[in-house]
């Protein structure tokens, strides 16, 4: 299914899309802004998160962000990546300009507060102890990403690097970071579903038109050094098994090594069929569970193989049947059938995806971002052409031992 769209710039830059589906009584508004955790001051990480709970504080004309789009029929939500913050609004097409009024305030007027930032940062504090640190495994992440990474701001998670970053968080370092990264030159607005043109033109420049365009984000971020040398860390906690992390860097998002990469893992560690998953949690029964994926970051990201071992294993056996299966599918490759029926799951994936007009505008946004919306109509395209040579080829590339960081994670004795 092609998706159409049209596109229009206001005069402050943002850039607007829109996307009409006649079959749906829903509008989806998704804003997307251009900045990640990979955008932050090394020495006070955690603020593109912090702000996107900051944006739902109010705004100096609209107090509660939640109640008049709740009283609109309207629900909505908002995630934050390495790379991107996003919103987003799905309404009756009756009430848009319900959304339009919520989300142009918050972009042109926020409103600051100590008493928000302080309630805000006890919330991002909170989930930082649940996720992070009172959770089981919570914090494997934090230690692959600093030994994987060792230049590029990939080597935090989003929530940042430590709690006490997020605790002493001052307000005029979040003025800053809103008015450097949160203006139209920096933002995209998608709308999605039983919408005209026209009507969004008007309504875009109603209630976004006035808003200063602010600065463009000039991007200048430090490029990770090829690794040249296996790395190995081990750490214990107390968890109930011993785990294996294992990460190998692939290639940039529009890279033709990405979508090689990402049909690697679908052979390899994507649901019960998998390679992994039948060879070492079935038949050898070295991990009672084990999956193979890949981080999707816009930057060169990582192809990853994450596994719980069963009791009495042996963590240095575990790995070497890992690496064992990694070298099977560079020495031997894979097959046509194997091949097609990655691409099949992906394609069904994409399908699924898009039958959702909140995906749409997410993904139509994000695209834009990344290059040009017409993408999102390109992608399957993509992963077809990739031809059992050519990712066997990058598995060798990728799957080089000097390219691999393994954490150790294992339970406190």
Not at 295 to 322: C, F, M, R, W, Y
Not at 332 to 352: C, D, P, R
Not at 379 to 392: K, N, P
């Amino acid at each position: 299914m092609e998706i159409s769209f049209e596109r229009f710039t206001l005069r402050n830059g943002l850039r607007v899309l829109v996307h009409q589906d006649l079959t749906t009584p829903m509008v989806a508004v998704n804003v997307l802004y251009d900045v990640g955790a990979r955008d932050e001051d090394p020495n006070r990480t955690g603020f593109a998160h912090l702000f996107e709970h900051l944006m739902f504080g109010g705004s100096i004309h609209i107090p509660s962000y939640d109640e008049p789009l709740q009283m609109a029929g309207g629900e909505n939500n908002a995630y934050t990546t390495n790379d991107i913050t996003n919103y987003y609004i799905q309404l009756p097409k009756q009430n848009i300009e319900t959304a339009f009024w919520l989300e142009s305030d918050r972009m042109k007027s926020l409103a600051f507060s100590e008493k928000s930032l302080d309630v805000q940062r006890k919330v991002v504090s909170e989930e930082f102890k649940e996720h992070y640190l009172n959770k089981p495994y919570g914090d494997a992440w934090s230690h692959l990403r600093a030994l994987a990474y060792k230049q590029h701001p990939y080597q935090w998670m989003t929530i940042g690097k430590s709690l006490k970053e997020i605790e002493e968080a001052q307000l005029e370092d979040v003025k800053s970071f809103f008015f450097k990264h949160y203006c139209p030159m920096n933002a995209i607005l998608c709308v999605a579903g039983n919408v005209q043109t026209e009507q969004v033109k008007l309504l875009a420049e109603k209630w976004f038109g006035d808003i200063e365009s602010g600065q463009k984000y000039q991007r200048n971020l430090p490029q990770e050094p090829k690794q040249t040398e296996p790395r190995l860390q081990t750490i214990s906690a107390d968890v109930p098994l011993n785990a294996i992390y294992k990460a190998w860097h692939i290639g940039a998002r529009l890279s033709e090594a990405y979508y090689a990469a990402d049909l690697i893992t679908e052979i390899m560690g994507n649901g019960f069929a998998s390679r992994l998953h039948q060879r070492l949690v079935k038949e050898q029964q070295l991990f009672s569970g084990i999956s193979c994926y890949h981080t999707g970051s816009l930057d060169p990201g990582l192809l990853v193989v994450e596994g719980k071992l069963v009791e009495g294993i042996s963590i240095e056996e575990a790995n070497t049947a890992i690496e064992a299966e990694m070298s099977l599918l560079v020495n031997e490759g894979v097959s046509e059938t194997e091949l097609t029926k990655a691409k099949n799951k992906i394609e069904a994936m994409i399908e699924f995806e898009d039958m959702s007009i909140l995906s749409r505008a997410n993904n139509l946004a994000f695209y834009e971002l990344i290059g040009d919306a017409a993408l999102i109509n390109k992608e399957l395209a993509r992963y077809q052409s990739v031809s059992v040579d050519f990712l066997i080829q990058t598995a060798k590339e990728v799957l080089k031992p000097n390219n691999c960081s393994t954490l150790y994670y294992t339970k406190k004795s």
